[in-house]
Nanobody, 124 residues
């Protein structure tokens, strides 16, 4: 059973930075794409970022491009989301997702396992 545990969320002010981590247990992630999604109250879950198995291919939600960076450390079985210049509209519960396929996907239905989420709250 694949388990994902996110950490690093919190309450910050606008323009602050946070780094989220997603530790994976139950199997290695060397051959798997990983993603980050978020869900704000009253809104649907939306794609934020994804990274392919090698780390050479990434994609981002347009509104976070240039501010967020997804990365991975396969040796540590961990994926990261560096978030800079945070805005109040980034406030959401952030979820890490695991995909059996090696290449990225933007649709949440393409991911087989999910973490419980970590809350990010950005005050203005």
């Amino acid at each position: 059973q694949v388990q994902l545990v996110e950490s690093g969320g919190g309450l910050v002010q606008a323009e602050d930075s946070l780094i989220l981590s997603c530790g994976v247990s139950g199997r290695t992630i060397y051959t798997n794409a990983m993603g980050w999604f978020r869900q704000a109250p009253g809104k649907e879950r939306e794609f934020v970022a994804a990274i392919n198995w090698s780390g050479h291919t990434t994609d981002y939600l347009d509104s976070v491009k240039g501010r967020f960076t997804i990365s991975r450390d396969n040796a540590k079985n961990t994926v990261y989301l560096q978030m800079n210049s945070l805005k109040p509209e980034d406030t959401a519960n952030y979820y890490c997702a695991f995909r059996y396929d090696s290449e990225i996907a933007l649709n949440s239905r393409e991911y087989e396992y999910w973490g419980q989420g970590t809350q990010v709250t950005v005050s203005s």
